[in-house]
C-alpha cells in the first residue's frame, strides 16, 4: 500500500508563508504502471475536513478551493514522490491541521484511498 508522510508545519504569524510537504513511499510509487492524483485536506477545529487543492499525476491540472485560490500553490515532484502546498498570506482561518491524500482526486474525501497523519498549522495573529 501506500504510505503518506507530511512535514513542514508550525506557527506562523498572520501574513507569513509555509510550504508543507507530503513524501509518498510504498511499491505502487516508482513504478510507472501506477498514477495517482494528490490532495490537500484541512481540518480546523470544530470543523469538518475540507478540500484545499488537488493535483494530477503530470502536474498538469491543478484545483484548489475558493478559500485559497491565489494564495496557495500545489505542486509535485515525482522524481521524489513528494507533493508541496506553498501557502502564502496566511490567515487565521488557515489553522488547521493539514492532511494529504492519494487516489483518483476532486474535491471530495471520497475520491482518495490514501490518507497522511496530519501537520499543524497555527497562524497567530
Given at each position: 500500500q501506500?504510505?503518506?508522510v507530511e512535514s513542514g508545519g508550525g506557527l506562523v504569524q498572520g501574513g507569513g508563508s509555509l510550504r508543507l510537504s507530503c513524501a509518498a513511499s510504498g511499491r505502487t510509487f516508482g513504478r510507472s504502471a501506477y498514477t495517482y492524483s494528490m490532495g490537500?485536506?484541512?481540518q480546523a477545529p470544530g470543523k469538518e475536513r475540507e478540500f484545499v487543492a488537488m493535483i494530477?499525476?503530470?502536474?498538469?491540472?491543478?484545483?484548489?478551493?475558493?478559500?485559497?485560490?491565489?494564495?496557495?500553490?500545489?505542486?509535485?515532484?515525482?522524481v521524489e514522490n513528494t507533493v508541496y502546498l506553498q501557502?502564502?498570506?496566511?490567515?487565521?482561518?488557515?489553522?488547521?491541521?493539514y492532511y494529504?491524500?492519494?487516489?483518483?482526486?476532486?474535491?471530495?474525501?471520497?475520491?482518495?484511498?490514501?490518507?497522511g497523519q496530519g501537520t499543524q498549522v497555527t497562524v497567530s495573529s
Open positions: 501506500v504510505q503518506l490537500w485536506f484541512r494530477s499525476w503530470s502536474g498538469a491540472t491543478t484545483y484548489y478551493a475558493p478559500s485559497v485560490k491565489g494564495r496557495f500553490t500545489i505542486s509535485r515532484d515525482n501557502m502564502n498570506s496566511l490567515n487565521g482561518d488557515d489553522t488547521a491541521v494529504c491524500a492519494a487516489g483518483a482526486g476532486g474535491s471530495r474525501e471520497s475520491g482518495y484511498d490514501y490518507w
